[in-house]
């Protein structure tokens, strides 16, 4: 099946700290999107990507879609406490396509 | 606008019941998704309709498992004969152009 590598697992940041986080294939997406997900409630889009080398800024959140199309990075500047949270990458194959999720990265901020 | 809904929040079910599960996707959103989520994991696809057909049922554990969306809004999935494994949360997602917006989830517990 389809591999999808997310790094780091967890993370513990002083309130104010950038954050980079990023996401690996083996396989090539056509869209790449990254989601925030707190306790009890269901995933939230926070940027979508979908051409190779595309960089999109969303406040504070910047993303990339690799130019090899088989990754991303999500990079959160000037942390704050609501920032914490599981963070997922979700690429997939095209539109109305299902997403293949990575294991997530957990933010903790310590304020 | 209104965004995903999905009912009950919280199920508990005794091993051997039946239980169904409601979305309401976002109003105009053709494509629909179900996906489960096992504790620390990320979603895990089920399956996906286009209007009220059900396109891909790739992701459906075992045929206790069925979704319908008879009249390409509203969705059920439900478990027939509930195990213990089924124990997760089961996240619905609406999409029109490729974004796809989760709803809350359901909690289900099968004790």
């Known amino acids: 099946g389809q591999q999808l590598n997310q790094n780091p697992q967890s993370m513990f940041i002083q309130e104010g700290e950038d954050v980079s986080m990023n996401c690996t294939s083996s396989s090539i997406f056509n869209t790449w999107l990254w989601y925030k997900q707190d306790p009890g409630e269901g995933p939230v889009l926070l940027i979508a990507l979908y051409k190779a080398g595309e960089l999109t800024s969303n406040g504070r959140l910047t993303a990339q879609f690799g130019i090899t199309r088989k990754d991303s990075f999500l990079n959160i500047s000037a942390s704050i406490p609501s920032d914490v949270g599981i963070y997922f990458c979700?690429?997939?194959?095209?539109?109305?396509?299902?997403?293949?999720w990575g294991l997530g990265t957990s933010l903790a901020v310590n304020p | 606008g209104a965004g995903v809904s999905q009912s009950p929040r919280y199920k508990v079910a005794k091993r051997g019941q039946d239980v169904a599960l409601r979305c309401d996707p976002i109003?105009?959103?053709?494509?629909l998704f179900w996906y489960q989520q096992a504790l620390g994991q990320g979603p895990e696809f089920l399956t996906y309709?286009?209007?009220?057909?059900?396109?891909?049922k790739s992701g459906l554990p075992s045929d206790r498992f069925f979704a319908e969306r008879p009249e390409g809004s509203v969705s059920t999935l439900k478990i027939q004969r509930t195990q213990q494994e089924d124990s997760a949360v089961y996240l619905c997602a609406s999409s029109r152009d490729g974004e796809q917006y989760f709803g809350p989830g359901t909690r289900l517990t099968v004790t």
């Open positions: 109003s105009g959103h053709v494509s």
């Open positions: 979700a690429p997939n194959a095209g539109n109305n396509r299902k997403l293949i």
């Open positions: 309709f286009q209007n009220e057909a059900q396109l891909d």
